[in-house]
């Protein structure tokens, strides 16, 4: 069964730190780029961050400097170490996975994410 299934984030402080997981099982994440996107209520889904087969990254404006992608081929796993986290990165996180062939696409273009995990929650409150 081919799937991505996140975890960590909750309930946390602003200024607090929180590691979101995407683990794959069923296919090779190394074939494919990751990304992370979140929808907050009311919001449109938003790019986070992105990873590429090779492990050329990129961010959306509102989390450079503050996120950090990363991925370990070996165990297929992208994480996502978010720090001095603010309320506006409340939002249900979602990793997706694009074949390396279609990574031309645009890292942050929605087309062509095949494979979604369910989503994991972030809150930011004090």
């Known amino acids: 069964q081919v799937q991505l299934v996140e975890s960590g984030g909750g309930l946390l402080r602003p200024g607090e730190s929180a590691r979101l997981s995407c683990s794959a099982s069923g296919f090779t994440l190394k074939d494919y780029g990751i990304a992370w996107f979140r929808r907050a209520p009311g919001k449109e889904r938003e790019a986070v961050a992105s990873?590429?087969?090779?492990?050329?990254?990129l961010y959306g404006d509102s989390v450079k400097g503050r996120f950090t992608i990363s991925r370990d081929n070996d165990k297929n796993t992208v994480t996502l170490q978010m720090n001095s986290l603010k309320p506006e990165d409340t939002a249900v996180y979602y990793c997706?996975?694009?074949?390396?062939?279609?990574?031309?696409?645009?890292?942050?273009?929605?087309?062509?994410?095949?494979?979604w995990g369910q989503g994991t929650q972030v809150t930011v409150s004090s």
């Open positions: 990873i590429s087969p090779l492990g050329s990254t």
């Open positions: 997706a996975a694009k074949p390396r062939g279609a990574w031309y696409t645009g890292p942050h273009n929605i087309y062509m994410y095949s494979n």
